[in-house]
């Protein structure tokens, strides 16, 4: 099960109380009092795993309670202080005040530890009262109480690319043949239900993380389909792939400007993103028609094609990449960094674009 939101109650630890005692010894008359302190209470921390992928280990659980702090005990023994409770979280999630909505914190690196609720202090014993006026002090402290606060956590994936598409153009066939990764692939839409992440390698020592959501329609930021719920999952992303299929019922215009819509709608800051084009599914056409659709597309975003490309598409279908200087590694973001026309099943252009990829997210990185 996929969870990636969900509400808790988190409370710390009350403080242990406070002893009164006094000290009983065979010859030492009126010994005084020698109540020893309460220990403290929990505390509430907050650790991100890499081996925790989803909140689902929390759905259905209300509220989580620290530790209370043991009692102080005779002979000025102070009481054992409560362990911190952890809340254990993978990497990019979010902590959010229930009530108000104020972003707590922003967890997104392996083994980030942050506390959010103080344990209670502990009482004083009655060691702590006597004076020359009150040499048998019959009173000690009881613990403070722990805090209690209501908040929201969500999780957003934290990836290098983002793949944005309709559904059924090929983003879990791609990320699959690309990656790590095994999503679920039929013949039909929505067949992605939750995202993936996949480590896509470029060669021995250089990778990249990918992810893949599902689908996104006309509406979506309004909440139709499933891409409302799921667009947040690219919000982190560095750079976006935009995904548009060459066989599809759907004009690549149409694809394409939808999909720019919204993004937009949802997030201004995700529609500002570097990106770039595949154009899926060229071995359903004949050479002759994908050139044609190619050349329709490049019309589109207001690009040229190009044979000079570094990453090797030699005696390929045209493609576009943007001309970058060694001396300028800036370039027009209003502009997909480049297209290609690939086919994740017959592996058409796969490592070009794997190579190509990985040159957009250092730069992005950088």
């Known amino acids: 099960m996929f969870v990636d939101q969900i509400e808790l109650e988190l409370s710390s630890g009350k403080g242990g109380a406070g002893c009164v005692a006094f000290r009983r010894e065979k010859f030492v008359v009126n010994g005084g009092p020698n109540g020893g302190d309460g220990g403290r209470g929990g505390d509430v921390w907050f650790r991100v795993d890499n ?63 942050q506390k959010l609720l103080q344990g209670g202090k502990g009482g004083l014993g009655n060691t702590h009262f006597k004076s020359s006026t009150n040499q048998r002090p019959t009173y000690a402290q009881p613990g403070e109480p ?39 692939i039929a013949n039909y839409e929505f067949t992605t239900l939750t995202p993936k992440l996949g480590q896509v390698r470029v060669n021995d020592y250089e990778s990249f993380v990918m992810a893949d959501i599902p689908g996104i329609i006309d509406g979506a930021s309004e909440g139709r389909g499933l891409g409302l ?43 500002t993103r570097a990106f770039a084009i595949a154009l899926t599914r060229v071995d359903a056409l004949s050479r002759e028609e994908a050139e044609e659709k190619i050349a329709e597309m490049m019309k589109l975003v207001g690009v040229s094609p190009s ?41 058409e252009n796969i490592k070009p674009l794997n190579f190509a990829l990985h040159t957009l997210v250092e730069m992005e990185r950088a």
Request: zero cysteines; hydrophobic letters at 35%.
């Open 51 to 113: 081996n925790t992928h989803t909140l689902a280990h929390y759905h259905g659980k209300h509220k989580l309670v620290a530790e209370n702090g043991r009692p102080g005990l005779g002979s000025n023994m102070t009481g054992k202080s409560a362990a911190k409770l952890f809340v254990i979280v993978p990497p990019g999630t979010q902590v959010f005040d229930a009530e108000s909505g104020e972003l707590l914190m922003d967890l997104v690196s392996e083994g980030q530890e």
């Open 146 to 184: 722990g805090e209690t606060r209501r908040v929201r956590l969500e999780l957003k994936l934290i990836a290098d690319v983002g793949l944005v598409g309709f559904p059924n153009v090929g983003k879990s066939t791609l990320i699959s043949t690309v990656s790590n990764a095994t999503p679920e």
């Open 229 to 271: 719920q799921f667009l947040r999952h690219i919000e982190r992303t560095k750079t976006l792939l935009f995904m548009i299929d060459l066989a599809s019922y759907m004009t690549m215009t149409y694809q394409y400007e939808t999909l720019q819509q919204e993004l937009e709608r949802f997030s201004e800051m995700l529609a």
């Open 307 to 347: 044979q000079k490309s570094r990453y090797g598409f030699d005696d390929a279908l045209p493609f576009y990449e943007q001309d970058l200087s060694d001396e300028s590694q800036s370039f027009d973001r209003e502009k997909p960094f480049f297209m290609v026309p690939i086919s994740s099943v017959a592996h």
